[in-house]
């Protein structure tokens, strides 16, 4: 167990599980979340220059990388999948880590939202909370959210782990597969489940 992060609670889904809506939810709530894919954008932009020297200048524009070209190219290229993520991770670590430590000295829970969690395995920290619909669901809310066609949609659900083995490797699990107000009863539950832990949380 690590006890270094005692409060923090990672959230993770698979893409069209609900779990942006939940963290939003969750910030309505006033808890803290730490936002990793807001992390992840900076640290690109910040690193434009290795970007273009590995990649191209044709992928930056002025101080920015051209994310739609490069999501385009990492997509389909194994290789320049892991060589993007080796420029990239180990600063989204670091940040990450820096803003738990700073959360964790208030005592209070606190969330990480981090998509590809299990997928990544690059983390350390003991408590998930997993966005969960069934496969079925999460097929249809990408093809109707994205518009995809059926075979798109089910090639990008096949890039994640099946969200029913997540299912059994978290903590905690938040069922999305109704309407809004099903799953603001479910995270209400959730929030009621913290406070057994938590005699200061006040919501």
């Known amino acids: 167990m690590n006890s270094k992060f005692r409060n923090a609670y990672v959230i993770t889904g698979n893409i069209g599980s609900g779990k942006s809506t939940v963290v939003n939810m969750l910030k309505l709530y006033g808890f803290s979340v730490i936002d990793a894919d807001k992390i992840s954008h900076d640290v690109l932009d ?30 389909k ?32 829970p606190y969330f990480i939202d981090i998509p590809l969690y299990f997928e990544k395995n690059a983390y350390n920290f003991d408590k998930v909370v997993l966005i969960y619909a069934p496969e079925h669901i999460l097929l249809h809310r990408v093809i109707s959210r994205d518009r995809l066609s059926k075979e798109d949609a089910k090639l990008r659900l096949s890039t994640q782990i099946d969200i029913e083995e997540k299912v059994a490797k978290s903590q905690f699990v938040i069922k999305n597969d109704g309407n809004l107000k099903n799953l603001n009863l479910e995270l209400n539950n959730f929030i009621e489940k913290l406070k057994e832990n938590y005699a200061t949380l006040k919501i």
């Open 77 to 108: 290229d194994r290789e320049k999948l892991k060589l993007l993520e080796s420029i990239l991770h180990p600063q989204i670590r670091s940040i990450i880590y820096e803003k738990a430590h700073f959360l964790e000295d208030k005592g209070l």
């Open 46 to 75: 910040k690193s434009s220059d290795k970007i273009a020297k590995e990649f191209g200048k044709e992928f930056v524009s002025g101080s920015n990388v051209d994310r739609k070209k490069l999501g385009a190219l990492v997509f």
